[in-house]
């Protein structure tokens, strides 16, 4: 399945296409705030999307709710290490606002928030390396075993190159000469957040604690460039992810209902967070 593209709608960037069906509201320039509810209103709707999913500043709260949205999460010092930020979804058919299995859901963000702080077991083997360009054709080889699909074109070596020249961090794990796990700090200097992202690990690699370690590791990399603010949007059927990000200390902000379509299905995604401004 061909992934949702990127484009500039008045001065911000959104993601839009059939594959997760919605259009999403990356960044929004300070200039388009009294004509971005309609904009993407008018997007969705010419597109035929079933979803509107936004990242927005709290002060923008109540002219998104007004145009039909709701708080899904919300991320303290998402802006700048003090401005709250929210993601907000509006939905267009029930289908899509419809929550199928809400009890696996549950069961998995509970499990999660019991391991709160809780060391996981590391294999002290393993070491974190960033990745350099030349190595691109090789992490998308990697994603491209480990995902069905994925709302991004990290299976692309131009894409992850392009991505890698301008704001993403990769970081990978080798089992000797062999690449055997990748994890991505998408770093908004403008807002001093990085969102942990693109975690993979090859299946008879995972239970070792590899993606603890690369957690760890991005962690200190954009902390160390002034980031203030680290937050995730993992799959909520995910126990291995979101026990991962809760042992790191992050703290559950809530949950995208069907947002993104990933390992071959739309999924539900949950939101954690952190403080790492110490």
Not at 151 to 179: C, N
Not at 213 to 230: F, H
Not at 234 to 257: E, K
Request: aromatic content about 10%.
């Amino acid at each position: 399945m061909t992934p949702d593209s990127m484009e500039t709608l008045g001065g911000s960037t959104v993601q839009h296409g059939k594959c997760s069906d919605r259009v999403y509201l990356m960044k929004l320039c300070p200039q388009d705030r009294g004509q971005m509810v309609g904009r993407l209103d008018t997007l969705a709707r010419e597109k035929g999307y079933s979803k509107i999913f936004a990242k927005v500043p709290a002060p923008m709260e109540e002219e998104f709710l007004k145009g039909g949205y709701a708080v899904e999460a919300r991320v303290p010092g998402l802006f700048n290490g003090h401005g709250e930020g929210l993601f907000m979804g509006k939905f267009f058919t029930s289908d899509r606002a419809r929550v199928e299995n809400g009890g696996l859901l549950d069961q998995v963000r509970a499990v999660a928030l019991s391991r709160a702080g809780a060391r996981g077991a590391v294999d002290s083997r393993f070491r974190v390396r960033p990745m350099e360009p030349g190595q691109a054709g090789t992490m998308a080889r990697l994603y491209g075993r480990v995902f069905a699909s994925y709302p991004f074109p990290i299976m692309d070596p131009g894409f992850i190159k392009e991505t890698m020249a301008s704001h993403v961090r990769y970081f990978g794990v080798f089992e000797g000469r062999d690449l055997v796990a990748l994890s991505a700090a998408e770093v908004d200097m403008a807002s001093l957040s990085a969102e942990m992202t693109d975690f993979a690990t090859l299946p008879h690699m995972r239970g070792r604690g590899i993606s603890d370690v690369l957690l760890s590791t991005m962690g200190q990399a954009v902390g160390a460039l002034g980031i203030r603010t680290a937050y995730t949007i993992a799959r909520a059927t995910s126990y291995g992810m979101n026990i991962v990000f809760a042992r790191a200390g992050y703290r559950y902000g809530g949950m995208l209902v069907n947002n993104t379509h990933i390992a071959g299905a739309l999924e539900s995604m949950n939101v954690w967070w952190a403080d790492i401004s110490d």
